[in-house]
Structures are given as structure tokens and as C-alpha cells.
């Protein structure tokens, strides 16, 4: 296949109480385009985001790791830096465009997509949710797609600010208490099985976490604004997207603008669909 493209979701990880072990696949994508020309895709009428050449754009420098050749470019709808899984989405896409070029099909290059990202993250909730869509459930190598048996909206809060992940993940300690341990614990089981019955009215008390959401929203109390103005707007559940500083949220799709109303005015609200499907060929 000379020439091609590749699209990747974005990622909103832990889901509040899931820590490295949730990740939701979001309707916003990382597109690379191999081959001679990047194409102006109509359904943007040239307005949306440009076609990246630099080589030293992530999914461009992961793909030319992976052996990929000739003319590539990238572009996304979505930016880094601000929890949204760019690097994972950008290492799936660049790995799975490598893989294609050489050859392999589509479920072989989405496997070895996954598995180097994940490696390259050194922790798989934004890889596994950009490789395979939908709610990903991630426990070391072992990857377990969750049934989604409900039709939300996701809004999503992006501020200005960025957050490294890195930097987030000192504030963090070394341990927790047994109580705090049998609480995510809980609700970890409970935001799961609240996924795969439709069980709407379950999430908010699921979407609660005591490991991380707290420390990394006393960093940044903005995000907890817009994650407290969500829930008093009638969103089902909302929860710190990844280590911040965006914030994401489950609601009826009428709900959606209502609540993208209320959102703190430093930042902008997105409307997109959770991504059922992960990496694929455009």
C-alpha cells in the first residue's frame, strides 16, 4: 500500500476511579497520511487543522521508528498536554501506519500498534482505548474492551493550560489507605458493570475516585469548577480527563449544550461521541 491514511482517537483516561487501568476512546482523532500528497479533507472545508511535516511531530518520529518510509504527514483535532491521550494516539497511529505500509492487515497492525505504544506509555489506558475504541479495561498486557450499553455525549472542558504527565504523577503518593483501596475498588466494579447494563444513574457515584482526582485537582481548581458545574448541570458523571487539565463527562445528548453553557469561560467545551471503533485506514 503506497498510499494511505490512518486515524486514531483520543483518549480520556482513568474515568475517575480507573488509574492507569480505564481508558474511553473520544470522538476527536490524529490523522497521519502516508504517501506523496496530504489531502485537504472536504468535510472541514480546509478550516481545520493543518498537515504537520515536521519530523519531529511524535506520530511521525514513532512512525519512522517502526521502519515506515517515504512522505508522511500529521494533524489532530485536539492538542497536548492537555489529558486527552495525544502521545498514545500518536504512537498507535504512527506504529499502525508503519505496520500497513509493511504489509501487515489491519488486526495484526492495530495488535503491534497497541503493544508498542503501550510499551513506549509505560502504561496502556490511553494506547489500548486509542487502538481498539470504546471503554478499554487494562490490567499489565491483558486488554478487556468493556460493553458500552448506553448512547451518550461526551463533553469535554479543554482549557488553555497544559499539565504534564510526568510532572502530575509526582503529586501522587507512594501509598494509599486500605480505605481509600476498597473504595476505588468499588467503584471501579461499579463504573464498569454501570457500562455494560445502560445503568445511567449509577455512573456519578462510580465516576468517584480517592487515589489521584483530588491532588491533581487542588493543581489546577479551574478543572474543578468545570467538573462541579457539569454534575450541577445535569451530566450523569464527570471526572478529571487523565493526570488534567481537561475535564469529560457523560450526559444525555440533549444535555450536552446546556451543559457546555455552564463551563468556566478560560477554557472551551467540545461535544464529541465515544469512538467504537480505534486506529483504522481512511
Same mark, same amino acid.
Given at each position: 500500500?503506497?498510499?494511505?491514511?490512518?486515524?486514531?482517537?483520543? %483518549?480520556?483516561?482513568?474515568?475517575?476511579? #480507573?488509574?492507569?487501568? *480505564?481508558? &474511553?476512546?473520544?470522538?476527536?482523532?490524529?490523522?497521519?497520511?502516508?504517501?506523496?500528497?496530504?489531502?485537504?479533507?472536504?468535510?472541514?472545508?480546509?478550516?481545520?487543522?493543518?498537515?504537520?511535516?515536521?519530523?519531529?511531530?511524535?506520530?511521525?518520529?514513532?512512525?519512522?521508528?517502526?521502519?515506515?518510509? +517515504?512522505?508522511?504527514?500529521?494533524?489532530?483535532?485536539?492538542?497536548?498536554?492537555?489529558?486527552?491521550?495525544?502521545?498514545? $494516539? $500518536?504512537?498507535?497511529?504512527?506504529?499502525?501506519?508503519?505496520?500497513?505500509?509493511?504489509?501487515?492487515?489491519?488486526?495484526?497492525?492495530?495488535?503491534?500498534?497497541?503493544?508498542?505504544?503501550?510499551?513506549?506509555?509505560?502504561?496502556?489506558?490511553?494506547? %489500548?482505548?486509542?487502538?481498539?475504541? #470504546? *471503554?478499554?479495561?487494562?490490567? +499489565?498486557?491483558?486488554?478487556?474492551?468493556?460493553?458500552?450499553?448506553?448512547?451518550?455525549?461526551?463533553?469535554?472542558?479543554?482549557?488553555?493550560?497544559?499539565?504534564?504527565?510526568?510532572?502530575?504523577?509526582?503529586? &501522587?503518593?507512594?501509598?494509599?489507605?486500605?480505605?481509600?483501596?476498597?473504595?476505588?475498588?468499588?467503584?471501579?466494579?461499579?463504573?464498569?458493570?454501570?457500562?455494560?447494563?445502560?445503568?445511567?444513574?449509577? *455512573?456519578?457515584?462510580?465516576?468517584?475516585?480517592?487515589?489521584?482526582?483530588?491532588?491533581?485537582?487542588?493543581?489546577?481548581?479551574?478543572?474543578?469548577?468545570?467538573?462541579?458545574?457539569?454534575?450541577?448541570?445535569?451530566?450523569?458523571?464527570?471526572?478529571?480527563?487523565?493526570?488534567?487539565? %481537561?475535564?469529560?463527562? *457523560?450526559?444525555?445528548?440533549?444535555?450536552?449544550?446546556?451543559?457546555?453553557?455552564?463551563?468556566?469561560?478560560?477554557?472551551?467545551?467540545?461535544?464529541?461521541?465515544?469512538?467504537?471503533?480505534?486506529?483504522?485506514?481512511?
Amino acid at each position: 500500500m503506497t498510499e494511505f491514511g490512518v486515524r486514531a482517537p483520543a %483518549s480520556s483516561a482513568n474515568v475517575g476511579p #480507573g488509574f492507569d487501568a *480505564l481508558g &474511553l476512546a473520544l470522538g476527536l482523532y490524529l490523522d497521519i497520511h502516508v504517501g506523496a500528497t496530504a489531502p485537504v479533507d472536504a468535510n472541514r472545508g480546509g478550516d481545520g487543522p493543518l498537515w504537520d511535516h515536521d519530523e519531529h511531530h511524535l506520530a511521525i518520529r514513532t512512525f519512522r521508528a517502526a521502519g515506515g518510509t +517515504g512522505p508522511v504527514a500529521a494533524r489532530a483535532e485536539f492538542a497536548g498536554g492537555r489529558g486527552l491521550g495525544f502521545s498514545g $494516539a $500518536a504512537r498507535v497511529a504512527g506504529v499502525f501506519g508503519a505496520c500497513v505500509q509493511q504489509g501487515a492487515d489491519v488486526q495484526e497492525a492495530r495488535a503491534t500498534a497497541h503493544r508498542e505504544a503501550s510499551r513506549l506509555e509505560s502504561h496502556g489506558d490511553n494506547a %489500548s482505548a486509542s487502538a481498539f475504541g #470504546g *471503554l478499554a479495561a487494562v490490567a +499489565g498486557d491483558t486488554v478487556v474492551s468493556v460493553p458500552i450499553n448506553m448512547v451518550p455525549a461526551v463533553v469535554v472542558w479543554v482549557p488553555q493550560a497544559e499539565t504534564s504527565t510526568k510532572t502530575s504523577r509526582t503529586l &501522587l503518593p507512594e501509598a494509599v489507605s486500605f480505605v481509600d483501596a476498597v473504595f476505588n475498588v468499588g467503584r471501579v466494579a461499579t463504573l464498569v458493570g454501570a457500562f455494560a447494563s445502560g445503568n445511567t444513574i449509577a *455512573l456519578r457515584a462510580a465516576a468517584q475516585d480517592r487515589l489521584h482526582q483530588d491532588l491533581r485537582l487542588d493543581r489546577t481548581p479551574t478543572s474543578r469548577v468545570a467538573l462541579d458545574a457539569m454534575l450541577s448541570a445535569g451530566a450523569w458523571c464527570a471526572w478529571l480527563s487523565g493526570s488534567g487539565p %481537561s475535564v469529560a463527562a *457523560l450526559c444525555a445528548p440533549d444535555d450536552a449544550a446546556a451543559i457546555v453553557n455552564v463551563l468556566p469561560s478560560d477554557g472551551r467545551g467540545v461535544v464529541c461521541d465515544i469512538d467504537h471503533e480505534g486506529v483504522r485506514l481512511q
